[in-house]
């Protein structure tokens, strides 16, 4: 990790959050909340097996594993309950390390965190073991159990490290795992922040520890042999070469939540455009477009897109840096990820960017980690744009002939995660919703999203869910114990 100092404190001050500039070497950090400095070390690399091994202990002799379920629930109640009263603290943490905009993490990201692990808390003693007849002795049955997997990585990114934390903690824990958290070298405060609390309510300190580090660390972490599950969150690429690297020392689980590039359909019969135009900026601008699961992509009928650009463009104002926005609009996560869409965008001309607001390629108009919602247009099918997760406030806009055609183009797309189509027309949301091959569908909708309903993605966008009921598959696995009746006569 490789932050100036001027860069982080610039995020700070901005946020609002009255600091000292935050110290920024390599292996130290330090992040200054109030006049409270939270020192961030990089792990010795030989703290890792330790690590391993108070896990591995801890999920073979207890104590977590041994607690009643009604206990579990009890202690994951109460690690709510901290992070709720600490969220404040928590928002800024997260604020003055990502540059995202504090009222996004305070309205957003802290409630859903928080609402995820009551859910996962609460689901604790709600799902049912099952019982089968195996053969043709009557009396005879099988009960299918699903048992914890054992010591699980769970290594995050910095988008959202918050609910990315609980989307995968949360489950874990409640199944009666053991957890080593590897938070993103660029969003660790309040990662670690966050789980001193769940130590404060009562989880035990083997049963949850933090790993802190960049992807040295992460690699000593997959690869380790003693690890029974990989949970991971972060880009492709990462996720790549995690899959190659742990599983050539041994076969485990993995449950990967990738990148994305989600296209939006606006079918042939849409009437209220306007509607269309704001849910798709609101969901692209925000977060300054680092959100995995943003509309990067919206398709339109061949005549319309710069009708569509004019109505986002309308509404993209709101998100733009140097326009007044009450605190609503954050920063990118460094310069090189800024400097780096600028590189992809440099090969276009200047009638692809659309409107006053789009970026132009010009030095940032406000500072070197903010750019400005831009919408592009009129690329050739040919552009590597197209099908390329950007992760900054880019939006695409891309004409269609026919609506099959539309749909063929999506597919082609090496992403699978989220998807969406706009239509007054039953049928053609319905024709939409079924053909494209994505992990989570919007109809009429962008970023709907509750705790009861599986999120995660198809081809490069990973495996595996996030949410619901469905992660404890990711979390468990099935024993089938055979049961033989008739004891004393066998
Ligand atoms: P990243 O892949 O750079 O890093 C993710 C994590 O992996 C970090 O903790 C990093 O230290 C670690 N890591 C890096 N190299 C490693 C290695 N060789 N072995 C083990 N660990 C390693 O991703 P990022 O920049 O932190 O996050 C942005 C990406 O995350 C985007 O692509 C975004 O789409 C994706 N994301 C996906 C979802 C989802 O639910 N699908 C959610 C949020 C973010």
């Not at 100036?4 to 609002?16: A, D, F, Q, R, T």
């Not at 580090?213 to 969150?233: R, S």
């Not at 695409?396 to 539309?406: C, F, H, N, R, V």
Request: aromatic fraction near 6%; glycine fraction near 8%.
């Amino acid at each position: 990790m490789n932050l100036s100092i001027p860069e982080i404190y610039l995020k700070s001050v901005v946020n609002g959050v009255t600091a000292p500039p935050i110290l920024d070497d390599i292996i130290t950090r330090e992040v200054w909340y109030s006049n409270e400095p939270i020192r961030i070390q990089q792990a010795p690399l030989r703290s890792v097996s330790d690590c391993v091994d108070i896990a591995t202990s801890d999920f073979q002799r207890g104590p977590w594993r041994g607690y009643s379920r009604s206990k579990r629930r009890d202690v994951l109640l109460s690690w709510a309950k901290h992070i709720s009263d600490s969220s404040s603290k928590l928002s800024l943490l997260n604020c003055a390390e990502t540059g995202r905009a504090l009222s996004e993490i305070r309205t957003d990201s802290v409630p859903k965190a928080i609402s995820a692990l009551v859910w996962f808390a609460e689901a604790i003693d709600k799902h049912e073991d099952r019982s089968l007849h195996p053969g043709n002795r009557d009396n005879d049955f099988a009960v299918v159990k699903q048992e914890p997997v054992g010591v699980v990585a769970a290594i995050l990114p910095w988008n959202d490290p918050l609910v990315t934390l609980m989307w995968k903690v949360a489950p874990a824990l409640a199944a009666g795992n053991t957890v080593i958290v590897k938070p993103s070298e660029q969003a660790t405060a309040v990662v670690v922040a966050a789980v001193k609390l769940a130590h404060s309510a009562g989880v035990p300190m083997s049963t949850l520890q933090v790993l802190t580090g960049n992807g040295e660390v992460g690699d000593l972490l997959i690869t380790h042999a003693a690890v029974d599950m990989i949970a991971f969150t972060g880009s492709t690429r990462t996720a790549q070469k995690i899959v190659s690297r742990s599983h050539a020392v041994g076969i485990r689980r993995t449950a990967l939540e990738c990148g994305g590039k989600g296209p939006f359909i606006l079918g042939r019969e849409s009437s209220d455009l306007k509607k269309f135009s704001s849910v798709v900026a609101r969901n692209i601008f925000y977060n300054q477009g680092q959100v995995c699961s943003a509309p990067s992509i919206i398709l339109v009928p061949r005549g319309s897109g710069h009708k569509i650009a004019n109505l986002v463009q309308v509404e993209a104002i709101r998100y733009c840096p140097d326009t007044p926005t009450e605190g609503k609009v954050g920063y990118m996560i460094s310069r090189s990820a800024v400097s780096g869409v600028r590189d992809l965008l440099s090969s276009l001309e200047d009638r692809n960017f659309w409107g006053e607001l789009s970026d132009r390629r010009l030095p940032p108009r406000s500072c070197a980690l903010s750019m400005t919602p831009t919408i592009i247009v009129d690329l050739s099918d040919e552009s590597e744009l197209l099908c390329t997760e950007l992760f900054a406030p880019v939006l695409i806009i891309k004409e269609y002939d026919l609506l099959e055609d539309a749909i063929t183009f999506c597919n082609k797309c090496p992403y699978g995660l989220a998807g969406g189509v706009w239509s007054d027309n039953l049928d053609e949301c319905i024709h939409v919703a079924s053909a494209l091959r994505v992990g989570n569908m919007h109809v009429n909708s962008w970023g709907d999203d509750g705790n009861s309903v599986p999120f995660g993605g198809i081809k490069n966008s990973g495996y595996g869910r996030e949410k619901s009921l469905s992660t404890f598959d990711d979390y468990t696995h099935t024993k089938s114990i055979y049961i033989r009746a008739g004891f004393a006569s066998r």
